[in-house]
């Protein structure tokens, strides 16, 4: 499972000597985000997610739903994609 393999890879690193903050990213929600700082991760990365939804702490906080990301206009080069995507409303 991913969080056999994290954990395993947080292990080995730790036995390394590694001291930084071990944290965890692609394809987390909140449910799996909260179930990997169970598990022992420091910090989980939210890449797409954020991208879609520059309000995320709130969304999260709310258990509000989220914006699909529009791959489409990913690393487009304009505003598209970026500044453009529905916030929540107060």
């Known amino acids: 499972s991913r969080r056999q393999r994290q954990m395993s890879i947080r292990n ?8 930084g903050a071990w944290m965890v990213n692609n394809g ?4 799996l985000a909260e179930k ?3 598990d022992g991760a420091d910090i989980v990365a939210f890449g797409r997610p954020y991208i ?6 709130e ?3 709310r258990n509000a739903p989220l914006n699909a990301p529009d791959r489409a206009t990913f690393y487009g080069g304009g505003a598209a994609g970026y500044t453009d995507y529905p916030a929540l409303d107060a």
């Not at 879609?52 to 702490?57: E, G, Q, R, S």
């Open 36 to 38: 990997a700082l169970a």
């Open 28 to 31: 987390y929600d909140k449910a």
């Open 12 to 19: 080995w690193y730790r036995a390394g000597g590694g001291q």
């Open 52 to 57: 879609a939804n520059p309000d995320l702490v």
């Open 59 to 61: 969304r999260l906080r």
